[in-house]
């Protein structure tokens, strides 16, 4: 059983809340959860006291027992200084397109044939 720590939204439509729980990971994402660790209100102000509550203790306690987070809990957790920051790369995407190369082919050519 692989387990995942995430989240579970609630709330209505345009108002949601996220539950922070450890559950199955082939378990729906709203669907049946092992434990709930805290929760996360994305509504609330960002400098706002209550907008995350989380319970680091029983998440480490889950980590050592082979629960994975997911990308948003993992940067929760290394808000509260226990897991180390995500590191990403992806220099595909930061690429100009066809066009914008086209671009910058014919600017580069219009600077040297006036140069």
């Known amino acids: 059983m692989s387990l995942k720590i995430r989240m579970s939204r609630g709330g209505t439509k345009k108002r949601p809340h996220y539950t922070i729980v450890v559950a ?3 378990s729906p994402r709203d669907g ?3 434990e ?3 929760f996360y209100d994305p509504m609330l102000p960002k400098d706002h006291k ?3 509550k989380l319970d680091v ?3 480490q306690a889950w980590m050592k027992k082979g629960a994975t987070p997911s990308d948003r809990v993992h940067r929760f957790l290394h808000g509260a200084g ?3 920051a995500l590191k990403r ?3 595909e995407k930061a690429k100009p397109k066809a066009k914008a190369q086209e671009r910058a082919a014919a600017a580069a050519k219009a600077a040297e ?3």
Request: proline share 8%; no cysteine.
């Open 50 to 52: 209550d907008r995350l």
């Open 24 to 26: 199955d990971s082939r």
């Open 82 to 84: 226990v897991l180390p």
């Open 113 to 115: 044939a006036a140069g």
């Open 89 to 91: 790369n992806n220099p």
């Open 32 to 34: 049946r959860f092992i």
């Open 36 to 38: 709930r660790l805290g």
């Open 57 to 59: 203790e029983k998440a």
